[in-house]
């Protein structure tokens, strides 16, 4: 089984700051994905970026990057120039690649991240 | 754009009762699921469904059932309602996971409140 932690239950930074949330993973598969999500004050959760385990290059999307560390099961968020609309819950996620079948997200707990104006 | 919806957002139900939650999507997914959503504790999955008729248990499968008759339209069962059972319930659907398509799309989610 596989449990994903995320120890920062809550975060503030201020408008336009650089913010990095972590998330640290456990699994025995060597084959998998990682997700993060977000979830707004609307509720409608809807990603943010994903990594796949094989690829060396951490992803990047616009203000949002990871640094995805294979070995220390790491996987943290990093959000540059943080904007109010960047105020939500986030969700770290992993999802083992089960070859053709189906298989559901294992979740961390989240952390809720405030950008303060 | 890929839409999942589902039935409600608010739901209350008296303990005992048989709560049907429905959810449909709109992107002919294969994979269909049903998470629970509680304070402090992140989503874990109750069900989760790669075909028509066909189910699988995830992590907290217990007091809960589901059905997939058809291949857009996943429902969620509670047999008979209890208050531990009051949560958010998200569904999501995706593809069959590839490299490429693996994101799972979300729900708005039904806010359950069992009396």
């Known amino acids: 089984a596989q449990t994903v932690t995320q120890s920062q239950p809550e975060m503030s930074v201020q408008e336009a700051e650089t913010v990095t949330l972590s998330c640290t993973y456990d699994?025995?598969?060597?084959?998998?994905?990682l997700f993060w999500y977000k979830q707004p004050p609307s509720r409608q959760m809807i990603l943010v970026i994903r990594?796949?385990?094989?690829?060396?290059q951490n992803a990047t999307e616009n203000r949002f990057s990871v640094n995805f560390q294979k070995a220390a099961k790491s996987f943290s968020l990093k959000i540059s120039d943080s904007q109010l609309g960047d105020t939500a819950m986030y969700f770290c996620?992993?999802?083992?690649?089960?070859?053709?079948?189906?298989?559901?997200?294992?979740f961390g707990k989240g952390t809720h991240l405030i950008i303060q104006p | 754009d890929v839409k999942v919806t589902q039935s409600s957002r608010y739901l209350v139900k008296r303990t005992g009762e048989k709560v049907f939650l429905e959810c449909v999507q709109d992107?002919?997914?294969?994979?269909m699921f049903w998470y629970r959503q509680d304070p402090g504790l992140g989503l874990r999955l109750i069900y989760f469904?790669?075909?028509?008729?066909?189910?699988e248990k995830g992590d907290i499968p217990e007091g809960y059932s589901v059905s997939r008759e058809k291949k857009e339209r996943f429902s969620l069962i509670l047999e008979s309602a209890s208050t531990n059972q009051t949560s958010m319930y998200l569904c999501?659907?995706?593809?069959?996971?590839?490299?490429?398509?693996?994101?799972?799309?979300f729900g708005p989610g039904t806010r359950l409140t069992v009396l």
């Open positions: 996620a992993f999802m083992k690649h089960s070859g053709g079948g189906a298989d559901g997200l294992t």
């Open positions: 699994t025995s598969e060597s084959n998998y994905y």
């Open positions: 990594q796949e385990a094989y690829k060396q």
């Open positions: 469904s790669y075909d028509v008729k066909m189910k």
């Open positions: 992107m002919d997914h294969e994979n």
């Open positions: 999501a659907s995706s593809f069959v996971p590839t490299y490429i398509y693996n994101e799972q799309f």
